[in-house]
Structures are given as C-alpha cells and as structure tokens.
T-cell receptor
Framework: DAGVIQSPRHEVTEMGQEVTLRCKPI?????LFWYRQTMMRGLELLIY????????DSGMPEDRFSAKMPNASFSTLKIQPSEPRDSAVYFC??????????????FGDGTRLSIL | AQTVTQSQPEMSVQEAETVTLSCTYD???????LFWYKQPPSRQMILVIR??????QNATENRFSVNFQKAAKSFSLKISDSQLGDAAMYFC????????FGQGTRLTINP
C-alpha cells in the first residue's frame, strides 16, 4: 500500500509568491492532518480534516494560510503571499479515526519550503 | 491543553548498548494513546511504537519497548542493542483529541 504522498519534496520561491503544497492520503483513511516543523517550534498541527471536513484550523498561523480537501484522496495547503518566516518542513499525515479507535497517523515525506 | 515534554534534547549511546529516552505528558483526559516516532535525516516520520492508555501492559516491538507509568504520566522508550540505523530524532506524541508532539530527542549512536 502506498503511503502518504506529498509534493513537491522541495520548493524554493521568492517572498510574495503563492505556494501550493499537495497531499494524497493513504486510501481508506478518513482523517488528514497538516503539520509544520521548524527548529524553533518543533512540530505544530496546522489543521486537520475528518471525512473531508475541516475540524480544527486553530493552528493555522494567519489568513495567508488556507487548506482544502475537495475529496477523500487529495488535499492542498496554500500560502499566499508567502514570507521568509514560512520557511519550514510541511508534513501531511493521515489516519483512520473512528468513534472508538484512534489509529496512529502515517506521515508523508514532507515538503521542505524555502522562501527567499 | 495537553503538553508533552522530552527533557533530553540529545542522547548518545554506544552501539549494542541500551538507551532510554524520557517523555512526560500532562492531560486531564482518561482515554488517550501514546506514540514514539522516529525521524532520521531523511526526515520521514516513522512510527516506532504505540501504547493505549487503558492497557497496563507495556508495548514492545522487537528491540523497542516502553515503560508506561500512567499515574506518573510518564512514557519512556527503551532501545536495546542499539544499532547505527537507530540514529535519529525521536518524538514522543500524545493523542487525545489532537496529536501533540514533544520537542524531540536527538539520538546519536557511537560505533
């Protein structure tokens, strides 16, 4: 079974540009998570979806960040306009989340984003 | 809010020796899960081991085992017979309503 697939693996762009990160969760998983990892703040949950519906976006840093999940097999995280402080590794993870069971999250390989 | 604390930013161990990584957490929830994730230089996040809070028996996965002390809210990871491939960042994580990570412990294996 293919794992969580993220693209691109690396992204370098100039500040002010729009950045779109993509994620394909594991087939059959009903929850999807976006994380940001930096040296200073560690791993931070940005937003998570359950059955394609955003449940908690309290971790999204500001209005420049937006995330969508148009269907069960695809999600995007968009930053517009991007700033140098957005430079980080962005992870997508998915899991099977039920009423009585929380399965572990499986992570993609991450996207290393560098904003110049 | 739940918090996870890893008090050891860095640890090192001789190859083939045993090392224990510490983790404590704070929660008022009674039902939750605990995980250890490994992040090698390739930056993948790899699940190492999981523990359900309702289970008293400590989880074991080959050379990896945990010491889960629910009353003390402690969840340490023991790696036996350390191998060079075990070198990585190790993150302790708590899963209740959300998955909350500790700051990580960088483990170095000395040959």
């Amino acid at each position: 079974d293919a794992g969580v697939i993220q693209s691109p693996r690396h992204e370098v762009t100039e500040m002010g540009q729009e950045v779109t990160l993509r994620c394909k969760p594991i087939s059959g998983h009903n929850s999807l998570f976006w994380y940001r990892q930096t040296m200073m703040r560690g791993l931070e949950l940005l937003i998570y979806f359950n059955n394609n519906v955003p449940i908690d976006d309290s971790g999204m840093p500001e209005d420049r960040f937006s995330a969508k999940m148009p269907n069960a097999s695809f999600s995007t995280l968009k930053i517009q306009p991007s700033e140098p402080r957005d430079s980080a590794v962005y992870f997508c993870a998915s899991s099977l989340r039920g009423q009585y069971s929380n399965q572990p999250q499986h992570f993609g390989d991450g996207t290393r984003l560098s904003i110049l | 809010a739940q918090t996870v604390t890893q008090s050891q930013p860095e640890m090192s161990v001789q190859e083939a020796e045993t090392v224990t990584l510490s983790c404590t957490y704070d929660t008022s929830e009674s039902d939750y899960y605990l995980f250890w994730y490994k992040q090698p230089p390739s930056r993948q996040m790899i699940l190492v081991i999981r523990q359900e809070a309702y289970k008293q028996q400590n989880a074991t996965e080959n050379r990896f085992s945990v010491n889960f002390q629910k009353a003390a809210k402690s969840f340490s990871l023991k790696i036996s017979d350390s191998q060079l491939g075990d070198a990585a960042m190790y993150f302790c994580a708590y899963l209740g309503q959300k998955l909350v990570f500790g700051q990580g412990t960088r483990l170095t294996i000395n040959p």
